[in-house]
């Protein structure tokens, strides 16, 4: 059996591998699939996929989902484009602490990122905050407070600006409001996270005067250092994480960028 090699970040939130995607096999995916589900976000540095390849490597994590704010690339219609140029102005795409499509009834379970191109000066690092972790270190009486609590997770959440410059040129028409509820804390074998999205949540079922105190405690807590890691970008470079254990935030940068999102259902 061919082994995946593999090395986790300094405080175990994502897990670096070595594998040559191009010739990935099956029970090496499955290893990979154990790797997501513990470490939460994996990064896969170095390749060069083609979107063809990129696509495939993907539906071993399942299906495609459609993104409801963009357009899809002109030829591949799994793929969205994320676009910077130098001359863009204002906040990155999806920068401030989220988890993507968090508003949806049934969220993407997984996205994956491609560089195409990074800019020469700074990566456009892509922060990540491992709530596995961020829940363990909760005080037990906040995980009892919020163990059946549902959030109310928001489109036009606080991240909303960010999507703007984006869909002056990619964007879909519909800029209707899309609401959903999830359960703050959820589980995957048996671990739990916190599933809060600070960049989508305005507000907690059934509580009243104390919602706003609760998100504000909950958003701090969820992306302090001991949680999180910085993902400087390469040419290639492929990142693969789940949005029920893991936020996520891009970061500001001068230059012109280009990556390749793919999120699965
Ligand atoms: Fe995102």
Redesign the pocket.
């Known amino acids: 059996m061919s082994k995946i090699k593999f090395e986790t970040t300094n405080n175990n939130v994502g897990c670096f591998i070595y594998n040559d995607l191009k010739v990935i096999k099956q029970d090496q995916i499955d290893e990979i699939k154990n790797l997501l589900n513990k470490y939460g976000v994996l990064f896969f540095k170095n390749q060069n996929l083609s979107p063809r390849e990129y696509i495939n490597f993907s539906s071993n994590f399942g299906t495609p989902a459609e993104y409801p704010m963009l357009k899809p690339h002109k030829d591949f219609k799994d793929i969205y484009v994320i676009e910077r140029k130098k001359t863009d102005t204002g906040k990155s795409f ?1 920068e401030g602490p ?1 988890t ?1 499509s968090s508003y949806l009834e049934s969220p993407p379970r997984f ?1 994956f990122l491609q560089a195409i191109e990074v800019p020469e000066e700074g990566k456009g690092n892509t922060l990540f905050y491992n709530q596995f972790l961020a829940y363990e270190a909760l005080p037990k009486a906040m995980k009892d407070k919020i163990e059946n609590l549902k959030g109310i997770f928001s489109s036009q959440g606080k991240i909303a600006q960010t999507r703007e410059l984006r869909m002056a040129d990619h964007g879909t028409s519909g800029k209707k409001e899309i609401k959903s509820q999830h359960k703050l804390v959820q589980s995957i074998d048996g671990r739990k996270t916190i599933y809060c999205s600070p960049g989508h949540v305005v507000g907690i079922n059934n509580l009243h005067s104390e919602q706003e105190e609760l998100i504000n405690f909950l958003s701090s807590h969820q992306i302090k250092k001991d949680f999180s890691f910085s993902f400087g970008w390469n040419k290639g470079d492929i990142a693969l994480w789940s949005n029920r254990s893991m936020l ?1 935030a891009a970061t500001s940068f001068n230059g012109d960028r280009k990556m390749f999102r793919i999120t699965i259902k």
């Open positions: 999806g989220h993507d996205t996520h």
